[in-house]
């Protein structure tokens, strides 16, 4: 189960991350949405104290925020790392402005410890997502444009298709599972701390590489960071200096990305 | 009845400060075959991108009763999915709103393939498909959309003599189904042998709308430009100088001589391009070898860099001190290359707001401007009207009398005959003929050799 656990965040936003790839775009601002999804959750669950509410809250203003960033970013044909880093910065400051005022701390909110909260269901969520995803993308007429809309945005114009709504919608889906992600994190601690997500958000645009922006790829993306993660975490124990281990899956997503570039090369010379 | 009404259309382009419509009308008849000519950027292309609801025009009436379908100059297709996912974009049938039902567009497909009988394995890659056949998945993407309006942004110009031929017996088949079609066209060809009436235009403007059968050819090539065009004639007879270059290359095995132009050609994937590549490479290695490309957009210019930026991309150097470039010099050197070749356009507009044959004319000064001994120029004229073509043709003559030798790959054949003192014919990657272009050569004799048909 442990396994599980590690990897559900990465899936989350990695799978979600894809879908801008689709799209043609980058959202750099998954680490952003991850935070401030889990930041919204446990403020409003500790308002309410409704579970239900906490979540459908979070991921609605989650919508709303990923809309405005993405309809700016397309509208004012921004360049959109820029915007995405402006996403991150923004939401950080945002988060320590809100808290600041609730709270009157900048620190760590926590939950009353008797708190339980169930995020099972989560986990089961990520792990039919990608399968879910390659369905979608292969088998469903939003999969077929939204491809293409990361191909070519004249060829959507020219079949009277707004191209636009796909990269919108793109960056909207990638915002509600990188929230979900933030969530199930929040969960887990059963309270929010200031850089919850840990760079996760991060690591997500480096597992949608390595898995060579496939569903399936990405996974298996997620295992190894997984596995590494779980490892140094026993490292201590051992002779082998954690950080070697936890930097161990970044030397082989630049191995893939080598090898996979090398590949294009030659596809390209043919 | 008229299917299109347009009245009053105006567009104004800020990037390029042009007045891309002004005042435009437009009627087309329910089942015609209208065409639609003009001058490079008189506005054409504009013209349907607002009747097809791309582009959004400052102000005018439009009213279409049907749907419209675009097939553009520049192909709108993915290479990396099959046909059949290309043909079902826009209009997918779906299950349950959607899931994409594969079964019915593929029986959808084989009905329009067998009613008009094309022959296309739908499964394949579009990446895989040859110019010709793309355009027809093209044609067939747009009657899938279920289109009453088929509008063709020149269909026949990337198009080889035979492929264009099938493409007009297509348009027919079309217009005998019931079906309205616009046509943007630079050739003549296809204005007298399909249209019913052509509308032309000049400088956005609504000259005259003409049934195609009460007029000539040479008053439509007057009608298009405004003013009867001077035809330049070029002497493929005339005696050659001393050797310049000996080729070598796989396919190509013969010395270019002073005051000569070869011409090689060939239908369709005959080996032009392998050639045009080696030859590209030699003169890259080659100072005295200059190269203007057949695909103009993606190696010769730079879409989206300012047209003075274009035009100095070779010399940047000479233009230089201590590293930085100056903008003064630059200036008066590309002004002056824009008045020495007539091209339409303002050294700082971007490049990709320029028309085809603005574009090919920038290309062509670029090159012509270093002054090359031997010239290799590949399709010189495709997708640009008539005037350009014959000043482009007027540019190659002057060049040759200076005694330049000129290798020219075309696959248009007219082009060919009348440029060149020696023909190479092409049949499946290898040169499988010279001639001498005195008279004995003709459309006919070529066509045949590129057919492959030697022996007859």
């Not at chain 1, 919204?40 to 906490?54: A, D, E, P, R």
């Not at chain 1, 709270?103 to 909110?109: E, H, P, Q, S």
């Not at chain 1, 990405?218 to 950080?243: E, H, R, V, Y």
Request: aromatic share 8%; with cysteine.
């Amino acid at each position: 189960m442990d396994i599980f656990q590690a990897m559900t965040p990465f899936l989350l936003a990695s799978i979600g991350g894809l879908y801008t790839e689709y799209s043609g775009t980058t959202n750099v601002a998954i680490e952003g949405y991850m935070t401030m999804s889990a930041f919204l959750f446990i403020t409003i669950y500790k308002i309410t104290g409704s579970y239900f509410l906490g979540i459908t809250l979070a991921l609605i203003l989650i919508i709303l925020l990923s809309f405005i960033h993405s309809y700016l970013t397309v509208k004012l044909k921004a360049n959109s790392i820029i915007t995405g880093l402006a996403v991150n910065m923004g939401f950080f400051g945002l988060i320590s402005t809100i808290e600041f005022k609730l709270f009157n701390t900048k620190g760590v909110i926590f939950l009353e410890r008797t708190t339980r909260l169930d995020s099972s269901w989560l986990i089961v969520v990520a792990l039919i997502l990608p399968l879910l995803t390659m369905f979608i993308i292969n088998k469903t007429r939003y999969g077929l444009r939204l491809r293409i809309r990361g191909i070519s945005k004249k060829t959507l114009m020219y079949s009277n298709i707004n191209p636009d709504f796909y990269r919108i919608s793109a960056v909207i889906v990638s915002g509600i599972l990188a929230g979900l992600g933030g969530i199930f994190l929040a969960m887990e601690l059963r309270s929010f701390i200031p850089n919850i997500s840990a760079g996760r958000g991060w690591i997500s645009l480096v597992i949608i590489y390595l898995g060579r922006k496939h569903p399936i790829g990405i996974f298996f993306g997620c295992l190894i960071f997984s596995i590494t993660q779980i490892f140094s975490n026993f490292s201590q124990k051992m002779a082998i200096p954690s950080d070697i281990i936890l930097a161990f899956p970044y030397i082989l997503t630049l191995v893939a990305l080598i090898l996979t570039s090398r590949t294009k090369v030659k596809k390209d010379s043919l | 009845m008229n299917i299109i009404e347009m009245n009053h259309i105006c567009k104004y382009f800020h990037v390029n400060n042009t007045q891309a419509l002004d005042n435009m009308r437009l009627s087309v008849k329910q089942g015609e075959i209208h065409a639609i000519v003009g001058e490079n950027g008189a506005g054409k292309s504009t013209l349907m991108k607002i009747l097809h609801n791309i582009e959004k025009c400052d102000s005018g009436e439009i009213t279409i009763s049907g749907n419209t379908g675009m097939v553009s100059q520049h192909f709108r297709l993915i290479d990396e999915l099959s046909i059949l996912e290309n043909i079902i974009i826009g209009v997918e049938p779906c299950k349950m709103g959607f899931l994409i039902d594969n079964k019915q567009s593929k029986e959808s497909i084989k009905r329009i393939l067998d009613k008009y009988g094309f022959h296309l394995d739908i499964n394949e890659k579009v990446g895989n498909l040859s110019i010709g056949q793309k355009q027809l998945v093209e044609i067939i993407k747009i009657i899938f959309n279920n289109s009453d309006i088929l509008i063709f942004d020149e269909p026949t110009s990337a198009l080889s003599d035979n492929e264009a031929h099938k493409l007009r017996e297509t348009l027919l088949s079309l217009k005998k189904n019931g079906k309205t079609i616009i046509i943007i066209s630079h050739k003549i060809k296809d204005i007298e042998s399909i249209s019913d009436r052509f509308t032309i235009m000049r400088k956005g403007q609504y000259i005259e709308t003409v049934e195609t059968k009460n007029v000539n050819l040479d008053e439509i090539s007057r009608h298009m430009s405004g003013s009867d065009i001077v035809k330049t004639i070029i002497n493929t007879t005339n005696s050659v100088g001393k050797v310049l270059y000996s080729f070598n290359t796989k396919q190509l095995k013969t010395s270019i001589h002073e005051n000569e132009i070869i011409g090689i050609t060939g239908y369709g994937d005959c080996g032009l391009h392998t050639l045009e590549n080696d030859l590209e490479e030699i003169s890259l290695k080659n100072e005295n070898i200059g190269y203007v490309p057949s695909d103009r957009l993606g190696k010769g210019v730079e879409l989206n860099s300012l047209l003075k930026e274009t035009m100095i991309a070779k010399k940047r150097f000479n233009f230089s001190k201590i590293g930085l470039l100056q903008t003064k010099r630059i200036n008066d050197y590309c002004n002056g290359l824009i008045r020495k070749f007539n091209i339409k356009g303002y050294i700082n507009s971007i490049t990709g707001t320029l028309s085809g044959g603005n574009l090919q004319k920038t290309v062509l000064a670029r090159v012509l401007d270093t002054d090359p001994e031997i010239l290799v120029l590949c399709s010189p004229t495709w997708g640009i009207d008539l005037e350009s073509s014959n000043n482009i043709y007027n540019q190659i003559k002057l060049l040759k009398d200076r005694n330049r030798g000129i290798i020219l790959l075309s696959s248009d054949i007219d082009e060919i005959l009348k440029l060149s003192n020696r023909i190479f014919v092409m049949y499946k990657g290898n040169i499988i003929k010279e001639l001498k272009n005195d008279g004995s050569a003709s459309q006919e004799i070529i066509g045949k050799f590129s057919s492959g048909i030697i022996n007859d």
